[in-house]
């Protein structure tokens, strides 16, 4: 069965930190470079980070130098640990596959996601 569980939002004031984390099941962890989007009220979802089977890692310039992203095979887990939360870091959070996502019965799968919300 395919799942991706994404947990850790919350609100969070300017310049605080969160933990993301995401539980993904073994058919779409093992092997497979993982990625964390976000999308915000209005705009189209995109890629914050992604991290290979490896360990190797990317990210977007909007986040590069305060998020982290890795992963802990064994827990079929990955995380994107946020520093210096920024109003505009306001989104829904989702993992996924990358650079594909995951597609079940012909279509994207996506998890229910995880609100960050950076405000004062």
């Known amino acids: 069965q395919v799942q991706l569980v994404e947990s850790g939002g919350g609100l969070v004031q300017p310049g605080g930190s969160l933990r993301l984390s995401c539980a993904a099941s073994?058919?779409?962890?093992?092997?497979?470079?993982m990625g964390w989007y976000r999308q915000a009220p209005g705009k189209q979802r995109e890629l914050l980070a992604y991290?290979?089977?490896?360990?190797?890692?990317n990210y977007a310039d909007s986040v590069k130098g305060r998020f982290t992203i890795s992963r802990d095979n064994a827990k079929n887990t990955v995380y994107l640990q946020m520093n210096s939360l920024k109003p505009e870091d306001t989104a829904v959070y989702y993992c996924?596959?990358?650079?594909?996502?995951?597609?079940?019965?012909?279509?994207?799968?996506w998890g229910q996601g995880t609100q960050v919300t950076v405000s004062s």
């Open positions: 996924n596959t990358n650079p594909v996502p995951v597609r079940v019965r012909g279509s994207d799968y």
């Open positions: 991290i290979t089977s490896g360990g190797r890692t």
């Open positions: 073994g058919s779409i962890f093992s092997g497979y470079t």
